[in-house]
């Protein structure tokens, strides 16, 4: 593999940033609810200075991610827009698994796997957020029933869990595509890769679409 | 109590009236949850509010304030008529075959011997008629019109159903049911025990309440038996001692009366007391009250007590009123008569009638000294409080020495409980602070007045400078010196004329009957002569053992008279001497003497055959359902309306209220019409308080917190007040801004046809101490007292009530 | 929290060790409150206070003798009021002494995520130990009867003990021991069952057809149980439940999500590590670089031509 002299800028600086203080926060968040969720894993606590520290960060680290996560849907909203093409490319998911990418039809800036991680978090994390409050006991402890608390802290459960197995899928497909990690560190991928991975997203590039100073020589 | 704590688990009907022994005396209520659990016992609650008693009820029925009267005499009237009483302890231990004078009447309320302008009685009349020998003619066939029982017939005749419910508000079923509940108890082996309390008590007419009650036990034969009984349930812990040591501005210690200015002579004071014999052969037991006068006056003045000098009787105060009673007292400071006043253990300005009246007198003292272990209302009367007690301190002028004083735990000592049991107590802790005893500040007091009078004189200082104070540290006498002085000393060496035991000089009685009239005896109180013996402090017994389980357990403490735990016992067997429940017997004869599980109210060798009668305080030796001389308004009580009631009276519209009672006119001029209070109050008190002590408890504190009145739905909605909201109860007298707790427990009466609403005023809040201010029940209630005792009037009051918001602090 | 160790422990929260119950031979016990007898004198409630030195604040009259107005980290044990009108017109004055029920199966310990932070004892009574508690509020949802109370000043979560450290000297709760009319008492659970039936005997012949004991199956029967008048409907007595249970909401959570959510974490994570395996990374080869160069390459002729 031949290293390209010129490179495509995927994501800003901006984009990076929020991305990883995103992750931070989930990170964090999956631990301490994780500590919380199953005996197995309390321990986990110890991570946060204890049973007390994780319960009592916990909320407000929410509060972070939520706040974080908006700024990469305003970030983002655009290139997620479902389209008909993604429901194609679902239907040719199973070349994609096999690294037969070629037998997918050619995607925009994001796939339709992409799109789902994106918006399955747009959904998950308000929800994780409102339930959040509901069973924040310091604060709201005395301001809903009980029954809505209990309500709340089950389907704060399965969202945490739903969220938990979507970020898997996203970090393994970071891992799994090759360079993509690069894209959301250093911020580019070398035009082979989008040719590989965002054929039509490659081609508006190429069109001037997204503008000049995207396409730049390789630092 | 004329029976024990314990002995009410022996009762089958429990009747809880004037009173809430549920909510006052929690811990004694123990045996009625007993009596109800292990003899099967029924509790019959009448009262004007649902109280916490009757949330254990079996039987539940309301009552206007002020109508127990009526309600009773209906019950008598039941009784009379369904013949439901126990016919042989009504004929043989009751005065109900003795013939009243044909100059006794009673006519449209009133009886013979009215004096309008006096408003008191002319007693004579209110006798029996006497055959030549001076003894009470009887008839045992009930036939004589003149003879009480039918008299007593005659008169309750009127209190039929309806006429009870008319007056009282019960509806008639209920009233019906719980005189059948009553009657069940007049087979002779069935017991009814009455718990009463300041129910009966705060009214203008409370000590014929209480009558009321004691004459329907003794048509059911419930007096002087295992379970029955006439049981007042003391609300203080040592008010029962108070009484018994006479601290009450009529009487000497052992319910001896002071004399009055009428009886300057010591020979004429002794002939009004020492009671003949009214029926042949009979005890008259206050025969013996010079012996008991005697020894008192030896202890009281030591040698200086002569034969020659009467005893000292001289010496003794004369009273030229029948008493000065607190709202007399405080009359008195209001009209600038009293100028000085030693409030010791009390807190007036919380607990006395017309708090206005209260203050108002108290800024006109010259000087006020308080003596309490807590910071009282009393003691700061003077400063501003705010709306909770507006003062101007500027013009008060009255001086204050606030006295603070050891509490009951921090002194060795005795109380007497409702029981009449003398229960020791030992220290447990230093009083805080700079405390000092009550003893300690009242020796001081007593040697500096005595050290004036020795040096300055006076216009009589002999009975100051002669009383003796002979303690082994005269600044502060130890209690066990002064529990012994009230027991008695032999002060000569004495012989037994029947055993001719000899007691020596010097030692320690070992009851009232070794008590002589010849001044070889001493004896400070003489219904306490045993409770301190050479044997030791009796008192101080801790021996639980209840030889037949059945509620008396002799070897604990030491109850007076004479250790006896049921008063009267010797009526709990049938004239031959026999048990009337076998089941629960108290004592018996045994062909010899009496023996049992208590000590006999009788003479111990005495054979029943000789018929002496069993009430041997009394001269005729029964239980009296026609009361003779003894009572103000009447021998037999009457249904009076309160002094401010909504309701003329319907037996007798010209006789509304007690004839007899004490009305001062500035307090007249106090009271309220029912067209400007409409509604009827009544004061009470909670569990979680004890009257204005505990408000400075932090727990107690917390468990009431604020001043409140109860209301009834019906009220609270026709008034726009909600629950927990704030109201405003008006009397002529003055006003409480509170809360309002509206509750179910209070319900409209329909008395006369027109619904009568009753309000409840819970009486805890003042302040000072650590729960949230309060006006004050006492800011309501008129001042007037129970035409014998002057008990105020606080059980049957009139207010208006309107929803207002929270008081600004000033 | 009482002076126990962990051999008298049957359960523990958050815990998924078997507890050693070594004492298990040991007496279950139980406080049976006979409401009928119970007078709201709240001498329990003071003794509470005095014996666990707590003291709640000086609140306000709130329209009800009710006091404290609700239970509270310093309020374990509370007398309720309820004032009833029965069938016949006739008013009741309901009186309940409020407290933890100790379940035999308690949800506040099956919510709880924190290791031995609520234990059960041998003798049924089931305590939180407070310095394991994390003040997350699980206990108040898994409760069923609204009992724990989370402290607004150290987080953390109280509620009565059956005086844990008073019974295991030999001592009986310290309401028990000042109730004066004896409606709180203590003992085995079978003495005070059968204590119960005699009592419902007298009051069913005082006219209370339907007394009976409040001993709830559905949490397994509780080591606090009631004697009432109108065991069919425990509702009245300022909302004793009916028919408690731990919530199916709670149980779910607890229950089937809790090893669901983890096995499908496992799976996912794990599915990512076989995909890896079978299939690799999805590597941009050289032909896609020079495709990709092309079509940049084609655009700036495009554009400069």
Known sequence: ?219 | MTNTWQDIKNANVVIVMGGNAAEAHPCGFKWVIEAKIENGAKLVVVDPRFTRTASVADYYAPIRPGTDIAFLSGVMRYLLEKDAIQHEYVRAYTNASLIVKDGFTFTDGLFSGYNEDTQTYDRSSWDYELDKDGFAKADDTWQDPRCVINLLKQHVSRYTPEMVSRICGTPQDKFLHVCELIASTAAPDKAMTSLFALGWTQHSVGAQNIRSMAMVQLLLGNIGVAGGGMNALRGHSNIQGLTDVGLLSNQMPGYMNLPTDKETDFDVYMSTRQFKPLRPGQISYYQNTRKLFVSFMKALYGDAATQESNWAYDWLPKLDIPLYDIIKAFEMMNNGQMTGYICQGFNPLQAFPDRGKIRRGLSKLKFLVTMDPLDTETSRFWQDFGPQNPANSAEIQTEVFQLPVTCFAEENGSLVNSARWLQWHWKAADGPGKSMSDIWIMSGIFHRLRELYRKEGGAFPDPLLNLTWKYTDPISPDPEELAKEMNGRALADLTDPASGAVTKAGTLLDGFGQLRDDGTTSSGCWIFSGCFTEKGNQMARRDATDPREQGIAPNWAWAWPANRRILYNRASADPSGKPWNPAKPVISWNGTRWVGIDVPDYTPTLDPSKGVSPFIMNDEGLGRLFARKLMAEGPFPEHYEPLESPVENLLHPKVKNNPAARVFPGDRAAFGSPDKFPYVATTYRLTEHFHYWTKHGLMNAILQPEEFIEIGEVLAKEKGIEQGGWVKVTSKRGVVVCKAYVTKRIKPLSVDGKPTHVIGVPIHWGFTGQARKGYGANTLTPSVGDANTQTPEFKAFLVNVEKTSAPVAA | MSDLQSQDYVRRSASTMTPPSARSHEEQVAKLIDVSRCIGCKACQTACMEWNDLRPEIGHFEGTYQNPADLGPSVWTLMKFAEYENEQGNLEWLIRKDGCMHCEDPGCLKACPAPGAIVQYANGIVDFISDKCIGCGYCVKGCPFDIPRISKTDHKSYKCTLCSDRVTVGLEPACVKACPTGAIMFGSKADMTHQAEERIIDLKSRGFEKAGLYDPAEVGGTHVMYVLHHADKPSLYSGLPDKPQISPMVTVWKGIVKPLAMVGVAMAALAGLFHWVAEGPNEVTEADEAEGERVLRESETEKSS
């Open chain 1, 1 to 219: 593999m031949s290293a390209s002299k010129t490179v495509i800028t995927r994501y800003t600086t901006l984009n990076r940033v929020n991305h990883w203080i995103n992750a931070i926060c989930f990170v964090v968040m999956v631990l301490s609810g994780l500590s919380m969720f199953h005996p197995m894993l309390f321990f986990l606590s110890g991570l946060f200075g204890g049973g007390q520290w994780t319960r009592a960060m916990h909320p407000w680290v929410g509060i972070a991610l939520l706040i974080s996560y908006s700024g990469l849907v305003v970030q983002f909203w655009r290139e997620n827009i479902w389209r008909k093409e993604d429901f194609a490319w679902l239907k040719a998911a199973q070349f994609v698994m096999v690294n037969e990418e070629e037998h997918a039809p050619p995607v925009g800036c994001n796939n339709a796997g992409q799109k789902l991680v994106f918006w399955s978090m747009t959904l998950l994390i308000p929800v994780l957020f409102l339930t959040g409050l509901v069973i924040w006991e310091v604060y709201f402890g005395e301001s809903t029933p009980i029954p809505v608390q209990r309500a709340a802290v089950l389907i704060h459960s399965f969202a945490a869990i739903a969220a938990i197995i979507v970020w898997i899928v996203h970090v393994y497909a970071a891992i799994w595509v090759r360079d993509s990690m690069r894209a959301m560190t250093q911020g580019y991928v070398t035009p082979g890769w989008a040719w590989r991975h965002h054929r039509k997203w490659l081609e508006e590039l190429a069109s001037g679409q997204h503008g000049k100073n995207i396409i730049r020589k390789r630092p």
